[in-house]
């Protein structure tokens, strides 16, 4: 991309910028919708000074990781989940853990709620957080850096022409595809309409004719189970 178009290029791609923000998701109290596009427009300059029209990537699909990976490097700076959230997201997966390996089934919302002591609008904001967090990285959420960090370093660095690398991104699609196919067909679904039809929850919503909140909860739940099927492949 060429200088003198620089301005002409950033006004014809800021509906990329919009598509990005529309697929984050943050609480209003950290940021409002002029921070993530002012952030957003960052990343798509950076990206019509960096492509490279020889490497036959198109440019809306480089613009798009680098805009997202602007924002989210600046979400992850300054918008962290609460203590009390991260403590109790730690205690949800603990009783998961816990009922599963004792029920050898997958646990239910009542068990869950059983085994913590809360109710189900607690379990909910516990499964809001998880949709949280995988909105900003799933690869965090499913892949803790003391399991493997390498599992994190393959989503996040796509230029590496290592052929181990290659083999264990694939072997981690085919173990992520499995663990998918354990999902209900609703969590499939609404995973399939977020992450490959590049949805937002309220297209989904309207899709499902459900709320909102609801398609949240279900995104929650969804990796969550997803977390647990890929630490048993581990074991």
């Not at 029920?103 to 189900?120: F, V, Y």
């Not at 803790?144 to 960090?149: D, N, V």
């Amino acid at each position: 991309m060429y200088e003198m178009n620089m301005e002409d290029q950033v006004i014809k791609y800021l509906p990329l910028v919009e598509k990005v923000i529309a697929r984050i998701t943050v609480k209003s109290s950290d940021y409002d919708y002029e921070d993530l596009f002012n952030t957003g427009v960052i990343g798509l300059i950076d990206a019509l000074k960096k492509f490279d029209p020889q490497k036959k990537v198109p440019f809306e699909s480089y613009a798009y990781v680098r805009i997202r990976g602007t924002i989210i490097d600046e979400i992850r700076s300054h918008g962290r989940l609460s203590r009390y959230k991260f403590d109790n997201l730690t205690r949800y997966y603990r009783a998961k853990q816990e009922l599963e390996q004792e029920l050898k089934r997958e646990a239910t919302d009542k068990e869950l709620c059983s085994k913590l002591q809360i109710n189900q609008k607690k379990l909910n904001d516990i499964y809001d957080s998880l949709h949280y967090m995988a909105s900003i990285s799933l690869e965090d959420v499913l892949f803790s850096a003391e399991q493997s960090p390498s599992r994190q370093e393959i989503f996040r660095d796509k230029k590496t022409g290592d052929a181990q690398e290659h083999l264990l991104e694939t072997e981690m699609k085919q173990e992520l595809a499995a663990a998918i196919s354990k999902l209900s067909e609703r969590e499939q679904l609404v995973l399939s309409l977020y992450y490959e039809q590049e949805m937002t929850l309220k297209e989904i919503s309207l899709v499902l004719d459900v709320s909102i909140a609801r398609v949240s909860q279900i995104h929650g739940r969804a990796v969550g189970k997803l977390k647990g099927f890929m630490e048993e492949n581990d074991d």
